[in-house]
């Protein structure tokens, strides 16, 4: 079983930065794809940023250039740090995790079957 813990959200004004931390136990295979998806009231959830245990990142064309993942395998930690930010980017954050195969499929939500709290990301104007 997986658990998995967020941490690092909040409010800041546009053009402003965040850095988002999740911290995983569990076995190691059942977190080698981990992610970031993001839900904001009345939208549907969307995967922000994918990650594999090697490095190798994904991220929606809504955030590539201004979010950054990544992790150290050591001690199970994903980050995702979050730069110009947005009004439009206000969300409840989640981490996710799974074996490899969710990175390999379609990284949709679906693919998860471990989930986050979640942390809320507000953006003012």
């Known amino acids: 079983q997986v658990q998995l813990v967020e941490s690092g959200g909040g409010s800041v004004q546009a053009g402003g930065s965040l850095r988002l931390s999740c911290v995983a136990s569990g076995v190691r295979y059942d977190i080698a794809c981990m992610a970031w998806f993001r839900q904001a009231p009345g939208k549907e959830r969307e995967g922000v940023a994918f990650?594999?245990?090697?490095?190798?990142?994904t991220y929606a064309d809504s955030v590539s250039g201004r979010f950054t993942a990544s992790r150290y395998n050591p001690n199970n930690t994903l980050w995702l740090r979050m730069n110009s930010l947005k009004p439009e980017d206000t969300a409840m954050y989640y981490c996710?995790?799974?074996?490899?195969?969710?990175?390999?499929?379609?990284?949709?939500?679906?693919?998860?079957?471990?989930w986050g709290q979640g942390t809320q990301v507000t953006v003012s104007s």
């Open positions: 996710a995790s799974d074996t490899i195969m969710a990175c390999l499929r379609g990284r949709r939500g679906a693919d998860f079957r471990y």
């Open positions: 990650i594999d245990s090697n490095g190798g990142t």
